[in-house]
């Protein structure tokens, strides 16, 4: 149970703004505590930041915290309240600690030393608008390269859909359409005609020069690439690949 004297009733209606020199990481967690408050279901806001939770209890707080309490997406209330509680850090209160593990995450702020961040992940501003934190988050899901800059509109789509292993084949195009497209290849026998047998594993096709590395490994390889000119030639293996098995342009 918290103590009633760390303890602070934030009227939302109101506040007093200073302009610091720099985006300090006091006015990042007084950021976090705005968010918090901009919760319409909140009641009660915990903070392990004593600097912080000593602001927003003098009413003095910095641009960004004041910015993001003046765009509220719900109405305000007059004389609504909010209780803004002061926590000691680490304590092992659950909402806390997954607070502070998603802004280490966004700020890349961590001391431990067998996490390693690429050296275009090593900066110091913070991510602090939206359009910063979605492509923040997009970059982190990204698995494979996108396509070369060079590449055609029509290169660059094929190699998004050889990545996705939704490049036309026989194999799925048996599914949709049984009687025009067999699921075996035309120059196999008992093999499945997939994508990654007529691109990279088929032996036999007339048109496709051998791979030196026919398998698994090879192909995902090749796939992971980021050089444009071996995104060109699988591109352009594929195509061959596809026409030779009956499937046009």
């Known amino acids: 149970t918290a103590n009633t004297r760390q303890a602070s009733f934030i009227e939302v209606n109101r506040s007093t703004v200073y302009q610091p020199r720099t985006q300090t990481q006091l006015a990042l967690e007084e950021a976090g505590i705005a968010l918090a408050l ?24 910095g641009p960004i915290a004041h910015q993001i309490l003046t765009q509220l997406s719900s109405p ?63 970059l982190e899901r990204r698995k494979l390269p996108p396509p070369g800059p060079n590449l055609s509109k029509e290169s660059q789509v094929a190699w998004r859909r050889l990545q996705t292993l939704s490049y036309p084949n026989p194999y799925i195009l048996s599914k949709i359409d049984p009687d025009t497209y067999a699921s075996q290849c035309r ?21 496709m020069q051998p791979r030196t590395q026919q398998n698994i490994i090879g192909w995902e390889a090749a796939l992971s690439s980021s050089d444009p000119k071996t995104q060109e030639a699988l591109v352009k293996r594929a195509r061959t690949a596809a026409r030779a098995n009956g499937i046009p342009d």
């Not at 196999?188 to 047998?197: P, S």
Request: with cysteine.
């Open 187 to 207: 120059f196999c026998a008992n093999k499945t005609a997939t994508l990654y047998h007529i691109v990279w594993e088929c032996p036999h096709n007339p048109p």
């Open 38 to 61: 901009r919760n319409p279901g909140s009641t009660f806001v915990l903070t392990d930041s004593k600097a912080a939770y000593r602001n927003f209890c003098k009413g003095y707080i």
């Open 76 to 138: 305000r209330s007059e004389g609504e309240w909010k209780q803004l509680i002061w926590i000691p850090g680490h304590c092992g209160v659950r909402g806390n600690e997954l607070a502070h593990a998603s802004a280490r995450e966004l700020l890349f702020r961590t001391s431990d030393p067998g996490i390693s961040h690429p050296p275009s992940a090593m900066r110091m501003d913070p991510l602090l608008t939206y359009a910063d934190i979605l492509e923040h988050q997009r």
